[in-house]
């Protein structure tokens, strides 16, 4: 067994390199100082082969700057937590249809047309239908700081630098941030993640979890970041700047915006929440201010309706807010189980997560609102997760060969994808006729297994038919 570790001054690196061979199988253990890693085990057809990859690694790694280290001597670096400042609304209460308490205070939420995602700073996450009933639970290594979806693939950024893919069964690791990248804010496009930290950095990432590239924002703190197409919007203590996807060419800087502690964006504009108790509506394509939502305490969280018709803001006294487009307040009102920290508008109803860990349904329809100011809101109803509902753990062991066919090459009617080496970077490709190479981000230890892989019956004409065959690997792995 060999042990390496790799730790830089200043916030860097600071991560282990563990290679163990034992006969013909190679188990790998990496990841950073102070956890327990992701493994990986490769079997090889000699003692003799499996000795000569292991040199192979160390070498590499040694050439990295890592070194020869003791298991324990150096310890985890800390993360930063979000300040947990809430106090009670002396508004209305909202109409709440139902709440999940998760446990913990809870920053992330995502919500589509089939469930609610909720993920707190104890690392769980779980699912929960739109009529209020628990259906899954997810345990993470570490504190969730915010869940974003990209196409058919939900992702859960963590306090323990990692993002996860919580699309499939088991939970997986599928990018790994920077060691010296302290997490705020994530989100992602078309498989390339932007990443806002605590020094006020913005950090791109690209599908196959390499770097891209990285600015440092004029301030600190940069709790909103958003990604479209064409652009990464990055806010922080002191305004909200656009930079170019493609290379990271600031194009424009909003100053007015400053404090940023949430953002929000639709086609045409992005929203940026303040500790100044504002929402700024600003011009995707210059920066300028459109509109300014103002609210009575800072804006933890914003959101909209389709278009931006109305927007919503939670603020640091556990009120909420509407307001039309052209910035006019339209109602304000509590709910009842602590601040906002991340909301989501679907169908007349807004979803909030909480600082006391809740995942909320409120009753947004014209019809109850009305109700809720005039005094008349609904008994809420509370829900429970069931005793015997099992926490998923992610998998940190992948069983690996040189070469893994999942079905005979070309049988049926499948896509087959194998891994290839371009330069100093390994690339997932695919084999079969008629399909083009998307960009999509396989985990990176399939892509150094060097595998060959076939999903059977997911061949379809275009994008939509590769990434289901994609998405079919995954979930088969």
């Not at 109803?381 to 998923?392: I, M, R, T, Y």
């Not at 070469?403 to 997932?428: F, H, I, P, Q, S």
Request: glycine share 12%; charged share 25%.
């Amino acid at each position: 067994m060999t042990y390496l570790e790799l730790s830089e001054d200043g916030g860097g690196a600071h991560k282990f390199y563990e290679v163990t061979v034992a006969g013909t199988q190679v188990t790998i253990i990496y990841g950073r100082i102070g956890e327990s890693g992701q493994t990986k085990v490769t079997a090889f057809p000699t003692e003799a082969k499996a000795q000569a990859a292991a040199a192979k690694k160390i070498g590499e790694k040694t050439r990295k700057g890592y070194a020869p280290a003791l298991r324990g001597v150096r310890q985890r670096r800390a993360v930063t937590r979000r300040a947990i400042a809430s106090t009670r609304s002396t508004a209305q209460q909202a109409p709440v249809l139902w709440r999940f308490d998760s446990g913990a205070a809870a920053f992330g939420i995502f919500v589509d047309g089939e469930r609610c995602w909720v993920g707190n700073q104890r690392g769980d996450v779980y699912t929960v239908t739109h009529s209020g009933t628990v259906t899954g639970r997810f345990r993470l290594p570490d504190g969730v700081k915010c869940i974003v979806a990209d196409d058919f693939w939900i992702y859960a950024g963590c306090d323990d630098g990692r993002v996860y893919d919580l699309s499939g069964k088991v939970p997986r690791s599928a990018y790994e941030i920077a060691a010296d990248v302290d997490i705020y804010w994530l989100d992602i496009h078309d498989g390339v993640l932007g990443v806002s930290d605590r020094a006020g950095r913005i950090t791109t990432i690209d599908y196959e979890d390499e770097f891209q590239w990285a600015r440092t924002g004029a301030g600190d703190s940069a709790w909103m970041v958003r990604c479209d197409g064409d652009a990464v919007y990055h806010g922080h203590s002191r305004g909200v700047a656009r930079y170019d996807t493609s290379d990271g060419t600031l194009v424009w800087e909003n100053k007015l915006a400053g404090d940023v502690l949430f953002g929000w964006q639709e086609e045409r504009s992005v929203y940026a929440g303040t500790a100044r108790r504002t929402v700024h509506r600003l011009a995707k394509s210059d920066g300028r201010v459109e509109a300014v939502y103002q609210c009575d305490g800072a804006v933890y969280s914003c959101a909209t309706s389709p278009g931006g018709r109305h927007v919503f803001a939670g603020d640091n006294h556990s009120s909420v807010y509407c307001f039309d487009a052209s910035g006019e307040r339209l109602w304000k009102l509590a709910t009842g189980c602590g601040s906002a920290f991340s909301m989501q508008f679907l169908d007349d109803r807004l979803y909030i997560v909480t600082t006391d860990g809740s995942l909320v349904c409120i009753d947004a329809s014209e019809a109850a609102i009305a109700a809720a100011r005039a005094g008349s809101v609904p008994q809420p109803v509370d829900v429970k997760a069931a005793a015997s509902l099992e926490a998923v753990e992610p998998s940190t062991t992948l069983e690996t060969v040189l070469e893994r066919v999942l079905e005979t090459d070309g049988a049926g009617d499948g896509v087959v994808v194998e891994c290839v080496k371009e330069g100093e970077r390994l690339r997932v490709r695919v084999v079969s006729p008629g399909y083009e190479s998307w960009n999509v981000q396989f985990p990176k230890t399939v892509r150094e297994a060097g595998a060959r892989y076939l999903v059977d019956g997911v061949r379809s004409a275009g994008r939509g038919g590769f990434y289901r065959a994609y998405g079919e690997i995954r979930r088969l792995l």
